[in-house]
C-alpha cells in the first residue's frame, strides 16, 4: 500500500512538472505582456516578470537578453499572415514572419547573475518590427526585432 502511495505522489507530481513546462513554452507566456503589468517600480520591472514567468535558459542560468512584447495577442497572431515572409538566419529550411507594423517592447538585458532566479536586468523601451516563426498560422517562435 505504501508504494502504490508513493507512485501516485510520483506520478502526480511528475504530471504537474510536464504540465509548467508546456505552459512556460508558449510565445504568449514568454513575450506577450499586454496591457503591460504595472511594477510600482518601473526600474525593476524586467526582474519582475522574469521572476514571474519563470524565464531563464534550459539548464537554468539567466536569459542574457530577454524581450516582452506589448501588444494585444490578436495582433500579433496575425503576423503570421504577413505578406512580409523571409528566409530565416541559420534556419534555412524554415520562413520567419515580419510583422507590417511596428510593436511597443521593453528589452531587458542582464547586468549580474548567473544561476536564476539570481538575476538582475536593466531595460529599455523601443518599437521593432517583430520576427517569428509560425505554426498552424499561429506564432510558435520569438526571434527577435527589426527597429
Given at each position: 500500500?505504501?508504494?502504490?502511495?508513493?507512485?501516485?505522489?510520483?506520478?502526480?507530481?511528475?504530471?504537474?512538472?510536464?504540465?509548467?513546462?508546456?505552459?512556460?513554452?508558449?510565445?504568449?507566456?514568454?513575450?506577450?505582456?499586454?496591457?503591460?503589468?504595472?511594477?510600482?517600480?518601473?526600474?525593476?520591472?524586467?526582474?519582475?516578470?522574469?521572476?514571474?514567468?519563470?524565464?531563464?535558459?534550459?539548464?537554468?542560468?539567466?536569459?542574457?537578453?530577454?524581450?516582452?512584447?506589448?501588444?494585444r495577442p490578436r495582433k500579433i497572431n496575425g503576423i503570421c499572415t504577413s505578406p512580409k515572409k523571409v528566409?530565416?538566419?541559420?534556419?534555412?529550411?524554415?520562413?520567419?514572419?515580419?510583422?507590417?507594423?511596428?510593436?511597443?517592447?521593453?528589452?531587458?538585458?542582464?547586468?549580474?547573475?548567473?544561476?536564476?532566479?539570481?538575476?538582475?536586468?536593466?531595460?529599455?523601451?523601443?518599437?521593432?518590427?517583430?520576427?517569428?516563426?509560425?505554426?498552424?498560422?499561429?506564432?510558435?517562435?520569438?526571434?527577435?526585432?527589426?527597429?
Amino acid at each position: 500500500m505504501i508504494i502504490m502511495v508513493i507512485i501516485f505522489l510520483v506520478l502526480l507530481f511528475w504530471e504537474n512538472e510536464v504540465n509548467d513546462e508546456v505552459v512556460t513554452s508558449t510565445l504568449e507566456h514568454l513575450h506577450v505582456d499586454y496591457p503591460q503589468n504595472d511594477v510600482p517600480v518601473p526600474a525593476r520591472y524586467c526582474n519582475h516578470m522574469i521572476i514571474q514567468r519563470v524565464i531563464r535558459e534550459p539548464d537554468h542560468t539567466c536569459k542574457k537578453e530577454h524581450v516582452f512584447i506589448h501588444e494585444r495577442p490578436r495582433k500579433i497572431n496575425g503576423i503570421c499572415t504577413s505578406p512580409k515572409k523571409v528566409a530565416c538566419q541559420n534556419l534555412s529550411a524554415i520562413f520567419c514572419f515580419q510583422s507590417e507594423t511596428k510593436f511597443k517592447m521593453t528589452v531587458c538585458q542582464l547586468t549580474e547573475g548567473t544561476r536564476y532566479p539570481a538575476c538582475r536586468y536593466h531595460y529599455f523601451t523601443t518599437e521593432g518590427f517583430v520576427l517569428v516563426t509560425c505554426d498552424d498560422l499561429r506564432p510558435d517562435t520569438f526571434l527577435g526585432y527589426v527597429k
